[in-house]
């Protein structure tokens, strides 16, 4: 939300709307770094059953 109030009509700060870009992604990326030994497990396992 934040990142889309800060484009205006004349003005676009970029530093701003890049630096809320990474904050915006650190979350799902150290979830899914987190979380990466159970998505390989279900995808193998899944795999193998086969």
Not at 7 to 16: I, L
Not at 19 to 29: G, K, L, N, S, T
Not at 32 to 48: E, P, T, W
């Amino acid at each position: 939300m934040f990142i889309a109030n800060s484009v205006s009509s004349y003005f676009v700060n970029v530093a701003v709307m890049s630096a809320a870009a990474v904050f915006a992604i650190i979350p799902p990326v150290l979830l899914f770094a987190l979380l990466q030994k159970y998505y390989v497990r279900g995808l193998l396992g899944g795999f193998m059953k086969a």
